[in-house]
T-cell receptor
Framework: EDKVVQSPLSLVVHEGDTVTLNCSYE??????LLWYKQEKKAPTFLFMLTSSGIEKKSGRLSSILDKKELFSILNITATQTGDSAIYLC???????????FGQGTTLQVKP | DAGVIQSPRHEVTEMGQEVTLRCKPI?????LFWYRQTMMRGLELLIY????????DSGMPEDRFSAKMPNASFSTLKIQPSEPRDSAVYFC?????????????FGEGSWLTVV
């Protein structure tokens, strides 16, 4: 059965710390892996990864995919309280448009 | 663009009542998804439509749940009869092409509480 597992499930850090969130997956027909950030409302898109080894970067956030080892990481440097959220990893497989999400990592950044 | 629009935003209902959640996808998007989010199970895909046709409803938990998409700009998710364990946030999302792995855009969710 296709699945995606995120770790840790929750994390508490202080402002300025660097965090690494993990996402491992087992899918039969992998197409892409996506990261979303969810604050109080709807998940918002961060990154989509399709190729191994190519880092995607947006400000203090970056992400990379390893298709051989079947995992992705999301890094956040110099964390701020506004980074507090649930970070969701999702994969797209096969020829459909649907995404399957992991459980999410709840990040809390303390001042 | 107004984004994906869902209603109601919040609903509290008694067990046994019928609940209807509504969604208007982003104009021009031809794929629509209904997700349910709970603390225990995270975000689960319930059903997915492409060009108004249900493609995959394997995530619909049981016969009490049904979804329709009568046209490209409207979808409903119905729960009849509702039960307390249905309490969750129900998200509708849309995608422009239906191509695997493309970014999907979420509505703000319908927060359902069944008492």
């Amino acid at each position: 059965e296709d699945k995606v597992v995120q770790s840790p499930l929750s994390l508490v850090v202080h402002e300025g710390d660097t965090v690494t969130l993990n996402c491992s997956y087992e899918v039969t027909n992998f197409r892409s892996l996506l990261w979303y950030k969810q604050e109080k409302k709807a998940p918002t898109f961060l990154f989509m990864l399709t190729s191994s080894g190519i880092e995607k970067k947006s400000g203090r956030l970056s992400s990379i995919l390893d298709k051989k080892e079947l995992f992705s990481i999301l890094n956040i440097t110099a964390t701020q309280t506004g980074d507090s959220a649930i970070y969701l990893c999702a994969y797209g497989s096969g020829n459909t448009g649907k995404l399957i999400f992991g459980q999410g990592t709840t990040l809390q950044v303390k001042p | 663009d107004a984004g994906v629009i869902q209603s109601p935003r919040h609903e509290v209902t008694e067990m046994g009542q019928e609940v209807t959640l509504r969604c208007k996808p982003i104009s021009g998007h031809n794929s629509l998804f209904w997700y349910r989010q709970t603390m225990m199970r995270g975000l689960e895909l319930l059903i997915y439509f492409n060009n108004n046709v249900p493609i995959d409803d394997s995530g619909m938990p049981e016969d009490r749940f049904s979804a329709k998409m009568p046209n490209a700009s409207f979808s409903t998710l119905k729960i009849q009869p509702s039960e307390p364990r249905d309490s969750a946030v129900y998200f509708c999302a849309s995608n422009p092409t239906g191509i695997s792995g493309n970014t999907i855009y979420f509505g703000e969710g319908s927060w359902l509480t069944v008492v």
